[in-house]
């Protein structure tokens, strides 16, 4: 069993800055990449940033120079998105998202896409 936790969301005005946290747990074998996505009404969700096991990082263009997405061990069990310079069009519902080996009954770690419940971020004045 695998879980992953978002927090950190909650209501900023813009120009403002919000720290998100991810935190994988349960039977993980290895993690080989996180991703930060969101998804705002009516619009498909979109990939923000992401890290992978190798320390490779890309970031969707609107957010690089604001976004910056980090690892607070090498596992990457815990991963941040510290958000600045915040605009009312980053307000969306941000996700996170584990690509990852997990153990089961089995000698074999299978592969695994995990999802958190996600945390809202919402940016206005």
């Known amino acids: 069993q695998v879980q992953v936790v978002e927090s950190g969301g909650g209501l900023v005005q813009p120009g403002g800055s919000l720290s998100l946290s991810c935190a994988v747990s349960g039977s993980i074998y290895m993690i080989n990449g996180i991703n930060w996505y969101r998804q705002a009404p009516g619009k498909e969700r979109e990939l923000v940033a992401a890290?992978?096991?190798?320390?490779?990082?890309?970031y969707l263009d609107s957010v690089k120079g604001r976004f910056t997405i980090s690892k607070k061990d090498n596992a990457l069990k815990t991963v941040y998105l510290q958000m600045t310079s915040l605009k009312p069009e980053d307000t969306a519902l941000y996700y996170c998202n584990a690509r990852l080996y997990y153990n089961d009954d089995s000698e074999v770690p299978k592969p695994g896409d995990y999802w958190g419940q996600g945390t809202q971020v919402t940016v206005s004045s």
């Open positions: 890290i992978n096991l190798g320390g490779g990082i890309n």
